[in-house]
T-cell receptor, first 106, second 115 residues
Framework: GIQVEQSPPDLILQEGANSTLRCNFS?????LQWFHQNPWGQLINLFY???GTKQNGRLSATTVATERYSLLYISSSQTTDSGVYFC????????FGQGTILTVHP | DGGITQSPKYLFRKEGQNVTLSCEQN?????MYWYRQDPGQGLRLIYY???????QKGDIAEGYSVSREKKESFPLTVTSAQKNPTAFYLC??????????????FGPGTRLTVL
């Protein structure tokens, strides 16, 4: 099956800093999603982005399908951005990476 | 409001007991999924169903069972055969083939603890 690797595993930031999270996948996919898991466990969809670039406020994502990676950019981070960020990708069923734990300090 | 509900939020089970976790959606999605999440880990697929009265095993189906008698409901039973059931269980739904609604939407989760 598809292998998904996320980096870095942990990231600690001061409020206002920018960050880039990476998701590498091992095979061709037709689906890539980024999620944010809040401290209560709820997964929130951030982007459906099998290719190209999308932006939503302070967050943007880029997927380069031919090179098998996706990037999630967080600008001007806030404490409410803390949590775990997962990418999930598939050709059919979603396979998730291990996540990046983001902690934003005030 | 449209969405996915899971109940209960917290569940405690004695060893040797079967328990059933509820998942209901009113999004009119065809597909539903169950995932397991262990501390510090990603999500692993237990079972999924792409249509009523049909379901397939995911990556870690042993010790679990499901049913899909109604489009809006996909209950998961954790049986006594599951040796390490303590985990956070997440249900999701999607409308496959209707991009971008291939996007999976998640419920709030059930935290199961075996005593």
């Amino acid at each position: 099956g598809i292998q998904v690797e996320q980096s870095p595993p942990d990231l600690i930031l001061q409020e206002g800093a920018n960050s880039t999270l990476r998701c590498n996948f091992s095979d061709s996919v037709n689906n890539l999603q980024w999620f944010h898991q809040n401290p209560w466990g709820q997964l929130i969809n951030l982007f459906y982005i099998p290719s190209g670039t999308k932006q939503n406020g302070r967050l943007s994502a880029t997927t380069v399908a031919t090179e098998r990676y996706s990037l999630l950019y967080i600008s001007s981070s806030q404490t409410t951005d803390s949590g775990v960020y997962f990418c999930g990708t598939s050709y059919g069923k979603l396979t998730f990476g291990q996540g990046t734990i983001l902690t934003v300090h005030p | 409001d449209g969405g996915i509900t899971q109940s209960p939020k917290y569940l405690f089970r004695k060893e040797g007991q079967n328990v059933t976790l509820s998942c209901e959606q009113n999004l009119n999605h065809d597909a539903m999924y169950w995932y397991r999440q262990d501390p510090g880990q990603g999500l692993r697929l237990i079972y999924y169903s792409q249509i009523v009265n049909d379901f397939q095993k995911g990556d870690i189906a042993e010790g679990y069972s499901v049913s899909r008698e109604k489009k809006e409901s996909f209950p998961l039973t954790v049986t006594s055969a599951q040796k390490n059931p303590t985990a956070f269980y997440l249900c999701a739904s999607s409308m496959p083939g209707h991009k971008p609604t291939d996007t999976q939407y998640f419920g709030p989760g059930t935290r199961l603890t075996v005593l």
